[in-house]
């Protein structure tokens, strides 16, 4: 089955950068999502990768993708309190025609000023 | 323009009670997914639907059933709702395209339901 793993915390420095990692054990998966949710909020798409690519750049973010390890990571360069938050990896898994996403658990990003 | 909307956004009811949720996406999406955070954060999907037709159902009580009266709209009704219950609701909608790949899901606000 589909299985999604994060570690549950992580807590850095303001302006040092930060590295949120997760892996996957479908090898079907087609795009991995990273989301991001603040507190009390709504689930806010960071960036997504298609699983025939290895890195996407996109400003401060950098997601890593190793497909034979099944090991994504998203690097935040430059963290800021403002990225406090839970960041979600997700993985997209054809199901019948549609695309339901299987979560990891979420990190938990806290930036110490 | 909000792209996916849920109301109510806040929802406190009594055990027993029969309540609903509403989802509507103005993105001309043809699938729409309704997704359960439940106090861990944890999040699962519940229900797919394509084009008004129910796709996944994952294990989820009979209480649980949703209502797709178009493609625009899917809402959420809750029977006899309990205190295991209580989470974050939250609707999504996406552009399959089966084989061609997938389209991006796009999240509503949520809808957080409290039972007392």
């Known amino acids: 089955g589909e299985d999604v793993e994060q570690s549950l915390f992580l807590s850095v420095r303001e302006g040092d950068s930060s590295v949120i990692n997760c892996t996957y054990t479908?090898?079907?998966?087609?795009?991995l999502y990273w989301y991001k949710q603040e507190p009390g909020a709504g689930l806010q798409l960071l960036t997504y990768i298609f699983s025939n690519m290895d890195m996407k750049q996109d400003q401060r973010l950098t997601v890593l993708l190793n497909k034979k390890d099944k090991h994504l990571s998203l690097r935040i360069a430059d963290t800021q309190t403002g990225d406090s938050a839970i960041y979600f990896c997700?993985?997209?898994?054809?199901?019948?025609?549609?695309?339901?996403?299987?979560f990891g658990k979420g990190t938990r990003l806290s930036v110490i000023a | 323009d909000t792209a996916v909307s849920q109301t109510p956004k806040y929802l406190v009811t009594q055990m027993g009670n029969d309540k609903s949720i509403k989802c509507e996406q103005n993105?001309?999406?043809?699938?729409m997914y309704w997704y359960k955070q439940d106090s861990k954060k944890f999040l699962k999907i519940m229900f797919s639907y394509n084009n008004k037709e129910l796709i996944i159902n994952e294990t989820v009580p009979n209480r649980f059933s949703p209502k797709s009266p178009d493609k625009a709209h899917l809402n959420l009704h809750i029977n006899s709702l309990e205190l295991g219950d209580s989470a974050v609701y939250f609707c999504?909608?996406?552009?399959?395209?089966?084989?061609?790949?997938?389209?991006?899901?796009?999240f509503g606000p949520g809808t957080r339901l409290t039972v007392l």
């Open positions: 999504a909608s996406s552009q399959d395209r089966g084989l061609a790949g997938l389209g991006v899901p796009f």
């Open positions: 997700a993985e997209s898994i054809f199901h019948s025609g549609n695309t339901p996403l299987v």
């Open positions: 993105l001309g999406h043809d699938t």
């Open positions: 479908d090898s079907s998966s087609t795009y």
